[in-house]
């Protein structure tokens, strides 16, 4: 994998502290920003495919250890294959096993691979950053750790 900068415009606050690190990663580029002490930002920008998808994965699985909160930015991929839904399967397992709450937001190239491949809505998706921040800082305030429930809810672990 080779290490490329990418100028990715980044919506959400400026992080608490910087850790911003970015990867080219066959035709998409994945980049991280610490937004706070207990929240991370990954922000992908391409696509995923049969070439890049475990690579999505393990950078996640490598930027969100010290985290409690994930938010997995994926409006700027263009194409979406069924590699990145291995992808965020890997990611939703490892978040579960380190009690990071997390949630995807996406645009139509990641919906329409969810309504395909998660037609019960069991992947923590968003529609929008709003609505993905919003949840993920009820969480927060709430002190509980909770697990997506798919299109029923949030569920106490």
């Not at 380190?98 to 809505?121: F, K, M």
Request: charged residues 20%; aromatic residues 8%.
């Amino acid at each position: 994998m080779r290490t490329a900068s990418v100028n990715i415009k980044w919506t959400y606050p400026p992080p608490v502290v910087s850790s911003d690190e970015q990867e080219r990663c066959g035709n998409a580029t994945f980049a991280v920003r610490r937004c706070s002490p207990t929240r991370t930002a990954v922000a992908v920008v391409g696509e995923i495919d049969a070439i890049n998808g475990r690579g999505l994965g393990r950078y996640v699985e490598r930027h969100t250890r010290a985290s409690r909160q994930l938010v997995l930015d994926l409006r700027a991929v263009d194409f979406f294959g069924s590699q990145g839904f291995t992808a965020l399967y890997f990611i939703s397992v490892q978040c579960a096993r380190s009690d990071v709450d997390w949630v995807i937001v996406g645009g139509p190239p990641v919906q329409r691979l969810l309504a395909i491949c998660d037609p019960e809505g069991e992947l923590p998706f968003a529609p929008d950053l709003g609505s993905a921040l919003s949840r993920l800082d009820r969480l927060a305030q709430c002190g509980l750790h909770v697990v997506w429930s798919g299109r029923c809810g949030w569920r106490t672990r």
